[in-house]
């Protein structure tokens, strides 16, 4: 769902940005700036039709480093380095596109165009996060890589959200005209108009601006909504990119508003279900225990936890049980909470049994060092206190913050983007969520139940949207175009199950693993949070990453170019995770990610902490073997609709 970079967010990523973000502004250079096109008059002169040059008001101020870039008559001139991130100098601009000539419909779009002499001849557009609604900042990695870089808010401004830990891209009142009735052509330009269109135009002016004939190639990167508009994309509009990278994407939006509901939903059942943060931490350290040495090597990262040897029924300690001893007797379990986590844990399943929806993974459910992002699972579905009522539509206090994260989120857009913003809509009684054992009487197999009624409706509003049907990529591939997608195995926001379904799938149609792996590769990454952040190795060149080397190997952008231009496969990308995920501290691990369904091996000599001592082997097929944490997920399960 959510978040570009994290989600973006992630979120999505508000609070891992807050902690480290500051406040400028740049304002346009006289006219003697080292960029000479970078005036008013000369980037008005390379607009196409369609597109307007003018100041939008929905720059975001997030980052990092968070700068909102001020233009004037649409136009900014941004020094080199001027943002301390050492990108080059470069010319900002800003305006509208028209995406419906028949209505007049408009999107907001910034791109920032290096000089003629750091322009690489390519083009590349930048996914939005969350619902979008703001225009996120230029990726100075791509930047620095001399790529003209486009970028919209999917044709929505946002409005301002009144919770402190996300940012404006969880509004969605723009969907919606009035109660009752939906914003078609604002669902439109979200769901996949916007981004087609300004992209086209994008090109259009970007060949004007430089005076070139020919973009060699064509680049999209995004992660969360990116990814999501990156996979809409090569659905829709395959011609539109000759390679994508797709991250954490929100492509399954249902998926994400159910999984997310019932995570919250579960722990409403009854008063004393819900989970505080101790009790996170606490299952997190067990669940840790138990599954670290899956891999052959008890190093503190779980890489595959479907195959988790973990049942909370038989492994968290209950409240009451003397055997557990006077520690575990500090941070027991209710039956209710115990329930309550084998729900947010097993797959969301129709009337007639069949999976729906995957669950949640149980890696890292909890960052224990540092409270974590809000992406992990403890941050997106906590209660910060206990609910008042039950009975209540909200069942907690409305002051900011105190509601579960993942609530905020979905219950809002659950309301807009499905139920069309209709009064008196309650997003616990309404989808007809409801839980039950797999076999009545014995106490493990809690799961939840959602209506096949529900599922038709949500498929029904949301289709345009999204992308998860495998069938839908087949041209894209046919056509030798190339994707790289990714999603941290400890994402708390989307679940990285569903991804895997659909890489799985998508082999499936497509020759086996090896056979897509030729146009399409998938990177699992272990204790990474939603796009980036988390306690495992989270950096690889993915947008907003901490920066690193730009090899084909740490850099995944690098390695999506050599694979497009020359045919070169990527075998493998090496992660990276700083102290404090600061490039100003300590590198405290690097780690192979291999290309699904491969698993990084250790040679069983040397710091574990040291790539050089992993392995990933073509021939690996771990990750497509099953384990009983999975099953009851639902990650093996066929996709259904």
Same mark, same amino acid.
Request: hydrophobic share 35%; aromatic share 10%; charged share 20%.
């Given at each position: 769902m959510?978040?570009?970079?994290f ?6 990523l508000?609070?891992?940005?807050a902690?480290?973000?500051g ?6 250079a ?10 008013p008059?000369a980037?008005?002169a390379?607009?196409?039709a369609?597109?307007?040059?003018g100041?939008?008001?929905n720059l975001s ?9 001020k233009t004037v ?5 941004v ?6 991130d050492g990108?080059?100098?470069y010319c ?5 596109v ?8 408009t999107?907001n779009f910034a791109?920032a165009?290096p000089?003629?002499q750091s322009?690489?001849?390519k083009?590349?557009f ?6 979008c609604?703001?225009?996120f900042?230029?990726n100075?990695?791509a930047?620095r890589?001399?790529?003209p870089l486009?970028s ?7 409005k301002?959200?009144p ?11 723009w969907?919606i005209r009035?109660?009752g009735?939906?914003?078609e052509?604002a669902?439109?330009?979200f769901y996949?108009?916007a981004?087609?269109?300004?992209s086209?135009?994008?090109r259009k ?8 004939d020919?973009?060699?190639y064509?680049y999209?990167?995004?992660?969360s909504?990116g990814g999501?508009?990156g996979m ?11 390679g994508?990278?797709?991250g954490a994407?929100y492509?399954d939006i ?5 999984t997310?509901?019932?995570?919250v939903?579960a722990?409403l059942?009854?008063p004393?279900?819900?989970?505080s943060?101790?009790?996170f ?14 891999d ?8 595959d ?5 973990f ?23 209710t039956p209710?909470?115990?329930d309550s986590?084998s ?10 049994g ?5 669950g949640f993974?149980v890696s890292?459910?909890h960052?224990?060092?540092n409270d974590?992002?809000?992406?992990l699972l403890?941050?997106?579905?906590v209660?910060?206190g206990a609910?008042n009522?039950?009975?209540d539509v909200e069942p907690w206090?409305l002051?900011?913050?105190?509601q579960p994260?993942?609530?905020y989120w979905?219950?809002?857009t659950?309301?807009n983007?499905v ?5 008196g ?8 969520i409801t839980?039950?054992?797999?076999k ?6 809690m ?6 009624k529900? &599922?038709? !409706?949500?498929?029904? %509003?949301?289709?345009?949207g999204s =992308?998860?049907? @495998?069938?839908?990529a087949?041209?894209f /591939?046919?056509?030798?175009r190339?994707?790289?997608m990714?999603?941290g ?11 895997v379904q659909?890489?799985r ?5 497509h020759g086996?693993a090896d ?10 990454v272990?204790?990474m949070?939603?796009c980036?952040g988390?306690p495992?190795p989270?950096?690889?060149?993915q ?9 084909t190997?740490h850099d ?13 496969q990527? &075998?493998? !990308?090496i992660?990276? %995770?700083?102290?404090?995920?600061? =490039?100003?501290k @300590? ?5 192979? /990610? ?9 040679s069983g000599r ?8 992993w392995?990933?082997?073509s021939?690996?097929r771990r ?5 009983a944490v999975?099953n009851?997920?639902g990650?093996?399960?066929p996709?259904?609709?």
């Amino acid at each position: 769902m959510n978040w570009d970079y994290f989600s973006a967010a992630r979120g999505h990523l508000a609070a891992a940005f807050a902690a480290t973000c500051g406040m400028l502004a740049f304002v346009s250079a006289p006219a003697a700036a080292a960029i000479p096109e970078c005036t008013p008059a000369a980037v008005a002169a390379a607009a196409p039709a369609g597109m307007t040059i003018g100041d939008v008001p929905n720059l975001s101020t997030l980052g990092p480093p968070a700068l909102p870039i001020k233009t004037v008559n649409g136009v900014a001139y941004v020094p080199a380095n001027a943002r301390g991130d050492g990108a080059p100098e470069y010319c900002y601009v800003t305006g509208t596109v028209v995406t419906n000539p028949k209505s007049g419909r408009t999107a907001n779009f910034a791109a920032a165009l290096p000089s003629k002499q750091s322009f690489n001849g390519k083009f590349m557009f930048q996914g939005c996060g969350g619902n979008c609604g703001e225009i996120f900042p230029p990726n100075p990695a791509a930047l620095r890589k001399g790529y003209p870089l486009w970028s919209t808010d999917d044709g929505h401004v946002a409005k301002h959200s009144p919770d402190p830990r996300l940012w404006n891209v969880a509004d969605t009142s723009w969907a919606i005209r009035a109660p009752g009735q939906r914003d078609e052509e604002a669902m439109t330009d979200f769901y996949h108009r916007a981004v087609h269109t300004v992209s086209e135009v994008g090109r259009k002016f970007t060949l004007q601006f430089y005076r070139t004939d020919k973009l060699k190639y064509s680049y999209f990167e995004g992660c969360s909504d990116g990814g999501r508009e990156g996979m809409v994309s090569l659905s829709r509009y395959p011609q539109d990119f000759d390679g994508i990278i797709a991250g954490a994407p929100y492509f399954d939006i249902a998926n994400e508003l159910v999984t997310t509901i019932v995570g919250v939903q579960a722990q409403l059942r009854s008063p004393g279900a819900d989970i505080s943060p101790q009790l996170f931490k606490a299952a997190d350290r067990i669940v840790t225990a138990r599954c670290d040495a899956a891999d052959g090597v008890k190093d503190g990262l779980i890489q595959d936890p479907a195959r988790c040897n973990f049942d909370p029924q038989r492994d968290l300690p209950r409240c009451g049980d003397a055997s557990a001893g006077d520690a575990a007797q500090a941070q027991c379990f209710t039956p209710l909470q115990i329930d309550s986590l084998s729900i947010i844990f097993s797959a969301i399943k129709n009337e007639s049994g069949s999976v729906v929806y995957p669950g949640f993974s149980v890696s890292n459910l909890h960052n224990t060092e540092n409270d974590g992002p809000a992406d992990l699972l403890a941050g997106w579905l906590v209660f910060h206190g206990a609910p008042n009522s039950l009975q209540d539509v909200e069942p907690w206090s409305l002051a900011p913050g105190t509601q579960p994260l993942g609530w905020y989120w979905s219950k809002q857009t659950l309301t807009n983007f499905v139920y069309d913003g209709a009064n008196g809509f309650n997003a616990q009684r309404n989808p007809g969520i409801t839980f039950q054992r797999e076999k009545p009487g014995q106490s493990e197999g809690m799961h939840a139940i959602i209506p096949q009624k529900t &599922v038709a !409706l949500l498929n029904q %509003k949301v289709k345009d949207g999204s =992308a998860a049907t @495998p069938a839908e990529a087949a041209r894209f /591939l046919q056509e030798g175009r190339k994707l790289l997608m990714y999603h941290g195995y400890s994402d708390g926001d989307i679940t990285p199950y569903r991804t895997v379904q659909y890489y799985r799938e998508l082999a499936r149609q497509h020759g086996g693993a090896d056979e897509l792996k030729k146009n399409a590769q998938l990177y699992m990454v272990p204790g990474m949070a939603h796009c980036f952040g988390g306690p495992g190795p989270n950096s690889f060149g993915q947008n907003w990453s901490v920066p690193g080397k730009t090899d084909t190997q740490h850099d995944i952008v690098t390695a999506l170019e050599q694979w497009v231009e020359q045919g070169r496969q990527p &075998v493998q !990308l090496i992660a990276t %995770k700083h102290e404090g995920d600061s =490039a100003k501290k @300590p590198v405290l691990r690097t780690m192979p /990610l291999c290309p699904y369904p491969a698993m990084a091996k250790y040679s069983g000599r040397g710091d574990v902490n040291d790539a050089a001592n992993w392995s990933c082997s073509s021939s690996d097929r771990r990750l497509d073997e099953t384990g009983a944490v999975g099953n009851r997920a639902g990650v093996y399960a066929p996709i259904s609709n």
